[in-house]
């Protein structure tokens, strides 16, 4: 982002940007990322299409500064002493329904991200490295703690097997993803993994 369109975005109030977001998000889950318009955007929150292309400059940076808003804080910020409490508090941020609302979002995303440039451009940018970078924090304390060895080679794909777990519960199961199913899927596919103790 530039200086220039941070200054722009910054007359926007906090409150009527998490409007606009939260409204950019129930238009994702409700007909995906290709059918959302800047036209329904602003219709939806009572805004001027030109004030949206100003503040955000098009789609794709809206719809994942309204994704990264609706984060519930950094991942690195849990520090509970474990590995395995580190993992369960990052679960317990979020309820059921939310977890089931992302899931709905990451439908709302996913096929668009392999079609648009732009948009997965800005994904990887504001989500996906952010995200890598804090969970590699986390494992290194878990690293620096003793708990995992330097050299285990599952270290790498601990995010790879926390978003398999969260994208696939419905594909498999037919069922939305749940903080009870993913701590079970921690306790027994991530930390035995890691060869971390499932058990406090």
């Not at 690195?76 to 609302?101: F, K, W």
């Not at 690293?143 to 419905?170: K, N, Q």
Request: hydrophobic share 40%; glycine share 6%.
């Amino acid at each position: 982002m530039t200086e220039a369109a941070t200054v722009r975005r910054s007359r926007i109030t906090p409150e009527r940007e998490a409007e606009l977001y939260e409204a950019v998000l129930d238009l994702l889950r409700e007909v995906g990322y290709d059918a959302l318009t800047m036209d329904a955007v602003a219709a939806r929150t009572r805004s001027s299409k030109a004030t949206l292309y100003r503040q955000w400059g098009g789609k794709p940076e809206l719809v994942v500064r309204a994704m990264r808003h609706n984060k519930p804080g950094e991942i690195s910020e849990v520090d509970t002493g474990t590995l395995r409490g580190d993992l369960h508090a990052l679960l317990a941020r979020e309820d059921d329904c939310t977890m089931a609302q992302n899931s709905a979002l990451m439908r709302g995303v996913a096929m668009a991200l392999h079609q648009n440039p732009d948009l997965r451009q800005a994904f990887r940018e504001q989500l996906v490295e952010p995200e890598m970078a804090e969970f590699r924090r986390l494992l290194q304390r878990a690293v620096d703690r003793g708990e995992i060895r330097a050299d285990c080679p599952a270290l790498e794909f601990l995010v790879h097997m926390m978003v398999g777990g969260f994208a696939t519960r419905t594909l498999l199961d037919d069922q939305p993803p749940t903080r009870a199913f993913l701590t079970s899927y921690i306790d027994a596919v991530m930390l035995p993994a890691l060869g971390v103790s499932p058990t406090p």
